[in-house]
Nanobody, 127 residues
Framework: QVQLVESGGGLVQPGGSLRLSCAAS????????IGWFRQAPGKEREGVSC????????YYADSVKGRFTISRDNAKNTVYLQMNGLKPEDTAVYYC????????????????????WGEGTLVTVSS
């Protein structure tokens, strides 16, 4: 059974850093692309970053470029999102998601591209 479990969220001051983890089970990362998404209160869920399974190419939303880094450890079946220079507008619930059918798409994924979702982890950026 496919499962994605996020961890690493919390409260951080503006300018601080967090590293989110997405542990996958029931499938191997070799066959799926993984995306990080976020949803702030009253807003739609949006793509933050993704990593393709075929070539490891990564994509980022303009709002996080240069601050966030996605990486994948196939041996641990885990994907990470390193978030630096956090801003109050980064406050949201962060979700990881996986897609097999859309794993070759060459762009930032949208929620509709994804097949499986985790439960999310809350990131709050506040002084």
């Amino acid at each position: 059974q496919v499962q994605l479990v996020e961890s690493g969220g919390g409260l951080v001051q503006p300018g601080g850093s967090l590293r989110l983890s997405c542990a996958a089970s029931g499938f191997t990362l070799d066959d799926y692309a993984i995306g990080w998404f976020r949803q702030a209160p009253g807003k739609e869920r949006e793509g933050v970053s993704c990593v393709r399974s075929s070539d490891g190419n990564t994509y980022y939303a303009d709002s996080v470029k240069g601050r966030f880094t996605i990486s994948r450890d196939n041996a641990k079946n885990t994907v990470y999102l390193q978030m630096n220079g956090l801003k109050p507008e980064d406050t949201a619930v962060y979700y990881c998601a996986a897609t097999g059918r859309r794993r070759y798409i060459r762009r930032l994924y949208t929620p509709g591209d994804m097949d499986y979702w985790g439960e999310g982890t809350l990131v709050t950026v506040s002084s």
